[in-house]
């Protein structure tokens, strides 16, 4: 068996948020069905960003706003979810 170091990973791009996101600040994170959950702040000042939602369908993934941060409701999406 190889160790991870001799492995060959393969990343596979699941969903494009575009340039209004910095990108995440904590690793997303599965459930118990395989759906991915994760934190995105956007760029600027302003304090938003979204917890997203990824669900697997067939051989894409399906995407879905799960939570939006709009700067007076919370602060910016900084941690990791439970």
Do not use: C, K
């Not at 393969?10 to 759906?35: C, M, R």
């Not at 302003?46 to 799960?66: A, K, N, V």
């Amino acid at each position: 068996m190889n160790s991870p170091a001799e492995r060959q990973l393969v990343f596979t791009l699941l969903q494009n948020f575009g340039d209004e996101y910095i990108g995440a600040l904590a690793a997303p994170t599965f459930d118990s069905h395989g759906i991915l959950y994760g934190s995105l702040p956007t760029v600027g000042q302003d304090f938003t960003g979204e917890i997203f939602q990824l669900t697997p369908s067939g051989d894409q993934w399906l995407y879905r706003s799960f939570y939006t941060f709009n700067g007076y409701n919370s602060s910016i999406p900084s941690a990791p979810l439970p």
